[in-house]
Structure formats: structure tokens, C-alpha cells
């Protein structure tokens, strides 16, 4: 989702995407094994260039296409240095939500789930939103416009909130989730089967 | 390690580095945590910017000091494409050693280790580092000079040697890392402790 939103705020609409389906194992078909043989989504190509790790393509389509549509690392060294910060922090919210919880709940049968080791694992996600809630104070997360630390941190929320965690409790990522929600190169980017399907209960004890 | 690699290759020697301890809990002390809150590391400052994430502080440094000593992310589309592609695609490394290994062998105790999962994941950083031989077939990651998909895999493969990892069945590897370990920006960055005590034999059956 981050690369396609990316590509939405350089203007590349309809760039030719193509979904696959993970449970029609359309990652491991010939087509993309022959761009990566990791056989991993995302695959990108752009003339001869593939790229298939979606934070090196959101680095190389900004620094590609840095003065067309939005740009997304500021020039200004302080906002530069701030976005970069904030990019790079959100791993500890995907580390404690997807790594701690998701892998741990889809890979230990139901009845050898720890229940005492989950509750810790959701106070830690808990309390790395926190962090974010406080960093909230305006719309963006860095200065008065989008940038790509927006773009990492409202992905890391879709997953979230795609697996029922509240933002009741949570006032300034409610208010920032819903109002990026809306933003067009969101809203083209929005995985189909978000809209469709029921989400999981994965972190709504979080 | 990666953040001072790239500060010698800009040229910065000399810049005032201090380092912690982490067993007599340097990194919680209060000077590091007036820096980032977290009470991680790395810590850097540079006039007014602060950045505690090591990515987000190589690619600053490589934003703001692009021209300067190395350049580290090439501007050729083809070449930057790669090396971005390599750097991210070392989280792999990082993810089938550190935690799989590193971090599940010191948080089980002994008694409890399941051998049966440790030598599987064995075998993973082993598949990987399979990758990363046929990646190596020249000096370099990516064409013919030292980039910043050297500094990431460089360092990856500083904590598996640490860690007892023979590159004796991995020619390419081990000429790689033999000759990068000379690099006077490795050198003037490499760890005090790694040249004194014994390492561990966390990674000597991979």
C-alpha cells in the first residue's frame, strides 16, 4: 500500500498495478518469481529497474520524482531530519503489532496461545501508541503537509485498525486516521477486501 | 556501527562520538534520554536535528552531505535502484539472525530451547546468506565502488562473525567481508569490544 500511495502522490494514476491474491499463491506464479525471486509482493518495474523491498521503492520513486506531485522528504534539513525520524520509528509499530501479535497468534494453535504473554505484547503496542498520539498535535505528522512519514504511519494504522484496534481512546490518530482516509491518493490505494470483508479481532483488546 | 561508517566515508572524522555501555545501562542515562526519549541508540545530533533511527540517520547524512567524500546512493537510476533494493532487502539478514536466533536463544532458558526450531532457523540464515554468495560476485554490492548497500550488509555480516558464522564454505562472502574489514571507515568505526573479548557461538552451526 505505501509504494501505491506514493505513486498516487506523484501523479502515476493508473500506472498498471496488478493485485495478486496471497491465498491463490499469486506471489510464488511465474510472473512475479521471474521479477523476484523471493517470490514477495511488492514487485516493482519502472523501465529496466525492479525493485522489490516497498521501502526502497518509496525512496526511489521520491528521489526519482522529487519536484513532481508531492514531495515527500523536504529539502529543509530540520523537517528533513524530522520526517526520516518519523519513517523510520514506525518499525516499533509494526514490530509490536505485526511480529509480536499477528505472526504470534497465526503461528501457536489456540489452545498453546499464552494468554499472560499476548496481554503483555498488547500493553507494549498500547503504549507505543502513545508515542503517537502525542506526536499528533496537527493534521500531518511533520510540519503542514503529507509526507512520506505519513505515508508510513497511516499504513501501519490501516493494519491496525483492518484488525479492530479502537481509536475511541485515542483522540489525535482517530482524528488524523479518518481525515487521511479521505485523501484521494489514500483512498485509490485502499486494498478492495478492506471494504469488503469483516476485519479481525487481532487488537481490539489493545 | 552503520551511522559511523558513513560518517567517515563523508569525511567527518573526528566528530565526537561517545560511546555507552549498555550493561552499566549507558543508553538509559539522562543525557541519551534528554536525546531520544526511548532510551535507544544510535543518538545523533547536528546542530538543532536529533535522529535516533541508524536509517534515518544514514540517509540524512547522505541527503545533506551528498557530494561530499563517498557518495553513497548513486544518482544513475539503474545503479541507485540496486543499491536501494539491497539495502532494505539486508533486513532479511537481520530478521532470520537477530530474531530468530539471537533474540530467542537469550530470552528461552537453556532447559527450554526447542533444538528442533533453533536448527531450523539455522537453516534459514542459512538459505539466506545463499542469496547474499551469489549477490557477491564482485568487490562491491552493486557495480564497481563502495555504497550504502556495502555499510548495511557490511554490518549485518560484522554481527555474525561476531557471533562465530563461518565464512569458510562461502568464498565470496568471506573475500568480502576480509576485504571490507580493512576499509579505514570500517576500521575507525569498529566496535572496541569486538576486537577484545571472545565471541559468542550463537551463529557456529549455521
Known amino acids: 500500500m505505501r509504494p501505491m500511495i506514493v505513486l ?14 496471497f491465498s491463490d499463491k499469486g506471489h510464488k506464479s511465474e510472473d512475479i518469481m521471474k521479477l523476484n ?23 526511489y520513486l521520491e528521489s526519482q520524482f522529487k519536484k513532481q506531485g508531492t514531495q515527500l522528504i523536504p529539502d529543509d534539513p530540520d523537517k528533513q531530519a524530522l520526517v526520516l525520524q518519523r519513517m523510520y520509528e514506525t518499525d516499533n509499530i509494526f514490530d509490536k503489532a505485526a511480529r509480536n501479535i499477528f505472526y504470534y497468534t497465526r503461528s501457536t494453535k489456540k489452545e498453546n496461545i499464552d494468554e499472560e ?21 496537527g493534521d500531518y505528522l511533520v510540519g503542514e503537509s ?14 491496525l485498525v483492518r484488525g479492530s484496534l479502537s481509536l475511541d481512546s485515542r483522540p489525535n490518530l482517530k482524528r488524523y486516521y479518518e481525515k487521511l482516509s479521505q485523501r484521494p491518493s489514500v483512498q485509490a490505494s485502499w486494498p478492495p477486501h478492506y471494504k469488503e470483508s469483516s476485519p479481525t479481532q487481532m487488537f481490539a483488546l489493545v
Request: charged share 25%.
Open 8 to 21: 498516487e502522490e506523484k501523479g502515476f494514476s493508473g500506472y498498471g498495478n496488478k493485485q495478486i491474491s
Open 37 to 59: 525471486p523471493r517470490g514477495q509482493v511488492p514487485t516493482f518495474k519502472h523501465k529496466d529497474v525492479v525493485l522489490n523491498e516497498s521501502k526502497g521503492i518509496c525512496q
Open 117 to 137: 504473554h499476548l496481554q503483555k505484547k498488547r500493553q507494549d503496542l498500547a503504549t507505543e501508541l502513545e508515542y503517537w498520539e502525542k506526536y499528533l498535535t
Open 146 to 159: 503529507f509526507t512520506m512519514a505519513d505515508v508510513y504511519l497511516f499504513t501501519n494504522l490501516c493494519f
